[in-house]
């Protein structure tokens, strides 16, 4: 069975302080691996899409890295705009529109 | 302009009763897909759909019917509810680009069942 795990589940930083979040999974046949922010009440927003091991991307503040077992996700010198949800997801299978398997988030706070 | 929308943005009910969610997006999308957040926020799929065809149907119970009349629009009916289908749901919508695939998501639906 396909799964996804995130690390730590809460974290609370202070504005300028670097820090990452882990997605951990296990799936056959990996076509991706995709990271999200969810804000309260509102729907997850797409940040990035990783397919293969090495494959690194960057968004402003944040970049995204990818291995055979786990993703990170660095931020860089963090702004209080920043605190959200990360959602982790991992899409499987041998067809577009194949199943996406969520993890359960990790919750940032960042303290001005 | 909004990408991915939903009706009702809030829905209370009570058990038994059949209702229907509303999702429509306007980015000429072939994939649309419904998913369930629960309590504790995890995000289950429920169901793809592409160019009106059921790719995918996960263990739901049927008393979920989603229902495509065309590629702009993907309706979750849920018949007989229960208590524990109180929930968040969301629409979302994709495609390809070279960049890789992109979801996009709806601002959600608050269900709650009494």
């Known amino acids: 069975e396909d799964q996804v795990t995130q690390s730590p589940e809460a974290l609370r930083l202070q504005e300028g302080e670097s820090s990452s979040l882990n997605c951990s999974y296990t799936?056959?046949?990996?076509?991706?691996l995709f990271w999200y922010r969810q804000d309260p009440g509102k729907g997850p927003e797409f940040l990035f899409t990783?397919?293969?091991a090495g494959e690194e991307k960057e968004k402003e503040r944040l970049k995204a890295t990818l291995t055979k077992k786990e993703s990170f996700l660095h931020i860089t010198a963090p702004k209080p705009e920043d605190s959200a949800t990360y959602l982790c997801?991992?899409?499987?299978?041998?067809?577009?529109?194949?199943?996406?398997?969520f993890g359960p988030g990790t919750r940032l706070s960042v303290l001005p | 302009d909004t990408a991915v929308s939903q009706t009702p943005k809030y829905l209370v009910t009570q058990m038994g009763n059949d209702k229907s969610i509303k999702c429509e997006q306007n980015?000429?999308?072939?994939?649309m897909y419904w998913y369930k957040q629960d309590s504790k926020k995890f995000l289950k799929i429920m169901f793809s759909?592409?160019?009106?065809?059921?790719?995918i149907n996960e263990t739901v119970p049927n008393r979920f019917s989603p229902k495509s009349p065309d590629k702009a629009h993907l309706n979750l009916h849920i018949n007989s509810l229960e208590l524990g289908d109180s929930a968040v749901y969301f629409c979302?919508?994709?495609?390809?680009?070279?960049?890789?695939?992109?979801?996009?998501f709806g601002p959600g639906t608050r269900l709650l069942v009494l």
């Open positions: 979302a919508s994709s495609h390809i680009n070279p960049s890789g695939e992109t979801q996009y």
């Open positions: 799936v056959s046949g990996l076509r991706g």
């Open positions: 990783l397919y293969s």
């Open positions: 997801a991992v899409q499987a299978g041998d067809n577009y529109g194949q199943n996406f398997v």
């Open positions: 980015l000429g999308h072939d994939t």
């Open positions: 759909y592409n160019n009106k065809e059921l790719i």
